[in-house]
C-alpha cells in the first residue's frame, strides 16, 4: 500500500505555472529528501500536497482515500520564517497546537495534553524550555519546537519544509534522530532540502524538482550527475563529489 | 472637581451609561487582542471610517434616529468599505496601506456630505448624528445602553469561544489549516467581532477613534505579560477602565466629546506601560542591557 499517492498535481501562482504535472508515489516506511533550485516549486509541493494552496489540477491520496478523509495521517513542519516568533505564546502552548484534534474545538487542554506536549518536547531535548516565551529562543531551539509540534501530531506522514536551514548540530541531530524512529516505526517522511552534500546521508529516496517531477526513486539510482545537471540546468558542476 | 463627579454618579442613567461603556472597553480590549496581533490594527480603523456613511443611509432611508436601524446601516456600509479593500489589493498593484488609505478617505468624505445634507434638511437639527463622528455616550438613551451592554456581552461570548482557535489560525494560519481547521470561516467570525465593537462602539466613542479603543489597550497589555491570555485580560480590563472614566469624565463637562476622553485615558495608559511595563517596558529593557 501506498502512503501517498500524488497525481498530475499542477499548481499556478498569478497566472504563472509553478508546478505541472506532478506524478508520484511514495511507500511508507522511506525518507524522501524533495530536491532542486531555487523556484523549482519545493514548498508550493509540499503545501499543494497539503492543501493550504489550490491546485489548477491532481489529486492526493493519502493512505488510499482523499486527502480531506485522511489528512490527520499528516504532520507539517513549516519553514521557520513563516510565523511572528514575537507572538505572546511559550514553547509549550506551541507545541499542544499539534494536539488540537485531540483537544477538540473549543475545549481546553486537559492535564493528558499537557503530559503528552512535555514528552514531546524532552523528545526533542528542549522540556527546560517548555515555559519559554518562543521569541527567547535560538533559531535551531524554535525549529525543534516545531519538530516537537509535529510530533504531538501522532501523524504517520510527516512534511517538512527546510528543518535543517540555518540550525546549530544540536538541533542537525535531533532532526536526523526524529527521522530516524519515525523511519523505524514505518512513518513516512517527505523534507524539502537545500544541502546536496548530505543527501546521500539523510535520505534513501530523491525526489528532483524543477517544476516538473524529473525523477523520483531510491537515493542511489536517482541521485546521479546527470539527473542533478538536469534538476539544476548544468550548473552544479562544483558538487561532483557530492553525488554518488 | 471630585465633588462634581461623584455626584453625578447618583444618576441612574449614567450608572446605565457606565455600564455600558464598562462592557464595550471590555469587550473592545479582548477582541482587540487578536486584531493586535494579526496586524489587522488599519483594517478596524478603515472598518470604522466605512460605518459612518451607513448612519447617515440609515437616517435618510428611515427618516428617524432609531440606533437599530443606524447600526444596521452601519453594519453593512462597513462591510463594503472591508470588501473593497480586499478588492483593491487583489486588482491592482497597491499595497494593503494605500488601499486602506482610499477607503477611509472616500467613506469618511461622502458621509460628512451625507451628513450636512441631514443637517439642513427640516429634521436634521434633531438628529444629531454628529455625536456618532467623536461619540457623545451621554446621548445614549436607556433602550440604546441596553442594546450596547447585550451585544457587548454577545460578542465577548464568542471571542471566549474561539479563543483557542483564534490563536491557532494567528500564530500559524498554515499549520492551522494543516489541521483541519476553518480558518477562513474564524477569520470571517474575527471579520464580524471587529465589525461588532465598531457598531457598537459608534455612539459612545464615534467612527474616528473607535479603532483606538480597539488597539490601545492590547498594545499597553503586551508590555506587562508574554502570555497571550494574560495579555487578552488585561487588555479587556484597560479597555473597561478607560470606557469609564472616559465616559464619566465627559459626562461631567458640557459638550466634551466622549472618544476623546476615552482615547487619551487609553494612552495614559500606554505610556505607563511603554515605560514601566514588566516584560517589555523602556525601563525593565535598559536595566537588563545594563
Not at chain 1, 527546510?162 to 540550525?167: D, K, L, Q, R, S
Not at chain 2, 511595563?277 to 517589555?280: L, Q, W, Y
Given at each position: 500500500m501506498h502512503a501517498l499517492e500524488i497525481s498530475n498535481i499542477s499548481v499556478s501562482y498569478n497566472k504563472q505555472p509553478v508546478l505541472e504535472n506532478i506524478s508520484f508515489t511514495v511507500a511508507p516506511g522511506t525518507l524522501t529528501g524533495i530536491i532542486g533550485p531555487n523556484g523549482a516549486g519545493k514548498s508550493s509541493l509540499i503545501k499543494a500536497i497539503l492543501g493550504l494552496i489550490s491546485k489548477r489540477s491532481g489529486e492526493v491520496k493519502v493512505y488510499q482515500k482523499p486527502l480531506s478523509k485522511h489528512k490527520h495521517l499528516i504532520g507539517y513542519v513549516p519553514q521557520r520564517n513563516e510565523v511572528d516568533w514575537d507572538f505572546p505564546i511559550n514553547a509549550r502552548d506551541v507545541v499542544l497546537m499539534g494536539r488540537y484534534r485531540k483537544i477538540g474545538f473549543f475545549k481546553k487542554s486537559k492535564k493528558q495534553d499537557i503530559e503528552w506536549a512535555d514528552q514531546c518536547l524532552a523528545k526533542v531535548g528542549m522540556l527546560d524550555y517548555a515555559?519559554?516565551?518562543?521569541?527567547?529562543?535560538?533559531g535551531g531551539q524554535q525549529q525543534r519546537i516545531f519538530l516537537a509540534r509535529a510530533l504531538a501530531q501522532d501523524a504517520s506522514i510527516y512534511l517538512m519544509d527546510?528543518?535543517?536551514?540555518?540550525?546549530d548540530a544540536a538541533t542537525e541531530k535531533a532532526i536526523i534522530q526524529l527521522m530516524k524512529d519515525w523511519k523505524a516505526n514505518d512513518k513516512t517522511v517527505l523534507v524539502v532540502h537545500h544541502d546536496l552534500q548530505t543527501v546521500t546521508d539523510y535520505f534513501d529516496h530523491v525526489l528532483l524538482l524543477n517544476k516538473q517531477c524529473i525523477q523520483y526513486g531510491t537515493t542511489h539510482h536517482v541521485f546521479t550527475h546527470e539527473n542533478l545537471e538536469k534538476t539544476f540546468g548544468g550548473r552544479v558542476s562544483f558538487l561532483n563529489q557530492a553525488t554518488v | 472637581m471630585l465633588e462634581h463627579l461623584l455626584l453625578d454618579l447618583s444618576s441612574a442613567n449614567l450608572r446605565w451609561v457606565l455600564t455600558g461603556s464598562l462592557l464595550l472597553g471590555f469587550a473592545s480590549g479582548l477582541v482587540g487582542s487578536f486584531v493586535l496581533l494579526k496586524k489587522q490594527s488599519l483594517i478596524s480603523d478603515a472598518m470604522a471610517h466605512a460605518a459612518l456613511p451607513g448612519v447617515a443611509l440609515g437616517f435618510l432611508v428611515f427618516h428617524e434616529k432609531s440606533l437599530p436601524v443606524l447600526l444596521i446601516g452601519a453594519t453593512i456600509t462597513s462591510l463594503i468599505g472591508t470588501y473593497l479593500i480586499q478588492l483593491i489589493i487583489q486588482h491592482s498593484k497597491l499595497e494593503a496601506d494605500a488601499a486602506i488609505g482610499i477607503i477611509i478617505s472616500v467613506f469618511f468624505g461622502s458621509s460628512i456630505v451625507l451628513l450636512t445634507c441631514i443637517q439642513q434638511h427640516a429634521s436634521g437639527n434633531q438628529a444629531?448624528?454628529?455625536?456618532?463622528?467623536?461619540?457623545?455616550?451621554?446621548?445614549?438613551?436607556g433602550r440604546d445602553v441596553h442594546l450596547v451592554a447585550v451585544s457587548a456581552v454577545i460578542l465577548l461570548g464568542i471571542t471566549m469561544l474561539f479563543f483557542k482557535e483564534f490563536k491557532m489560525i494567528i500564530f500559524d494560519p498554515n499549520f492551522a489549516k494543516g489541521m483541519g481547521l476553518p480558518v477562513t470561516f474564524l477569520n470571517g467570525v474575527l471579520m464580524f467581532l471587529i465589525v461588532g465593537i465598531v457598531v457598537i462602539g459608534i455612539q459612545t466613542?464615534?467612527?474616528?477613534?473607535i479603532a483606538a479603543l480597539i488597539i490601545t489597550p492590547p498594545l499597553a497589555a503586551r508590555y506587562w505579560t508574554e502570555k497571550l491570555s494574560v495579555m487578552a485580560w488585561l487588555s479587556a480590563l484597560i479597555g473597561a477602565v478607560s470606557g469609564v472614566i472616559g465616559t464619566w469624565f465627559s459626562t461631567s463637562?458640557?459638550?466634551?466629546?466622549t472618544g476623546p476622553m476615552i482615547v487619551l485615558v487609553a494612552s495614559s495608559i500606554f505610556i505607563i506601560s511603554l515605560l514601566f511595563?514588566?516584560?517589555?517596558g523602556l525601563i525593565i529593557k535598559a536595566v537588563h542591557v545594563s
Open positions: 515555559e519559554r516565551q518562543i521569541s527567547q529562543l535560538s527546510e528543518p535543517f536551514a540555518g540550525v | 444629531g448624528l454628529n455625536t456618532f463622528i467623536f461619540g457623545q455616550a451621554a446621548s445614549l438613551i466613542v464615534g467612527v474616528i477613534l463637562i458640557p459638550d466634551l466629546p511595563g514588566s516584560k517589555r
